[in-house]
């Protein structure tokens, strides 16, 4: 076989027929996208992952999964949101470029769905029954934290 040149105009039509491509797909990501005003749960395991990716959460925090059932019960115990986990979605941690790296430092966000929190009330949340972190309601947070952030009206958290 012998070595056929690519015309420059193919060349050209090839790279802005890929450019017109990517460009469409830039604002997707893998599995369902996330309710921006829906509750969410984040968990904090900082594992490396392609963003955007599915996740399950990382050590130790195996049994956040897809099918996993987590609830939310308030002070009295009373349950207030049972959902089953679908596929989380792998999101960046911090604000750092890390150039072209294909995994980086990740948290996996799974959607919980649309739930009315008391604002300023205490929340237990559980996975498949086990308690896993406490949750204070926040008009303006629409984010639940596993391990749960730091209370910053108690003296020495940070």
Do not use: N, W
Not at 27 to 48: E, F, I, K, N, P
Not at 58 to 72: C, D, N, S, V
Not at 92 to 102: E, H, N, S
Not at 107 to 120: E, I, K, V
């Amino acid at each position: 076989m012998g070595f056929r040149p690519i015309h420059r105009s193919a060349l050209l039509a090839a790279t802005l027929l890929s450019a017109v491509a990517l460009t469409g797909c830039a604002g997707t990501t893998t599995g369902d996208s996330v309710d921006a005003d829906g509750l969410q749960l984040v968990v904090r395991d900082g594992h490396l992952r392609e963003l955007g990716a599915s996740c399950s959460g990382a050590r130790p925090y195996l049994g956040i999964h897809a099918g996993a059932e987590l609830t939310l019960h308030d002070g009295d115990g009373r349950e207030v949101l049972a959902v089953v986990l679908g596929d989380g979605e792998a999101v960046k941690v911090d604000d750092i470029d890390y150039g072209r790296a294909p995994r980086i430092p990740t948290f996996c966000r799974f959607p919980l769905g649309t739930a009315s929190l008391d604002d300023g009330a205490q929340y237990t949340v559980s996975i498949d029954g086990q308690v896993v972190a406490e949750h204070r309601a926040d008009a303006d947070g629409t984010m639940v934290f596993v391990p749960a952030l730091a209370d910053p009206t108690i003296e020495g958290s940070e």
